[in-house]
Nanobody, 120 residues
């Protein structure tokens, strides 16, 4: 199992910035992918950004150029720097990780979610 703990959400004005952080722990030997998803009220959960162990990143079109994902593979942490925030970025943000146990089994998990509200 993978345990993920997020921090850094909150209320910010349009145009402002926030940084989300997530730390992974548990019976996981190596983490392949870490990333962030979000879910707004009445909408499905959607990809925001992911990063592989090799540093390859993928972003939703709606956040390209404004959000930056980064990862510390030694510490099993992933951060999301969010700049130029817009009201439509308001959502609960979830950390995600997928990796492998020492026996080679794939495991993944979700964080509990952290609220990001962009409003004046």
């Amino acid at each position: 199992q993978v345990q993920l703990v997020e921090s850094g959400g909150g209320l910010v004005q349009p145009g402002g910035s926030l940084r989300l952080s997530c730390a992974a722990s548990g019976s996981i030997f190596s983490i392949n992918v870490m990333g962030w998803y979000r879910q707004a009220p009445g909408k499905e959960r959607e990809l925001v950004a992911i990063i592989t162990s090799g540093g390859i990143t993928r972003y939703a079109d709606s956040v390209k150029g404004r959000f930056t994902i980064s990862r510390d593979t030694a510490k099993n942490t992933v951060d999301l720097q969010m700049n130029s925030l817009k009201p439509e970025d308001t959502a609960v943000y979830y950390c995600y990780a997928q990796g492998y146990t020492t026996l080679g089994f794939s495991v993944d998990g979700w964080g509990q979610g952290t609220q990001v509200t962009v409003s004046s």
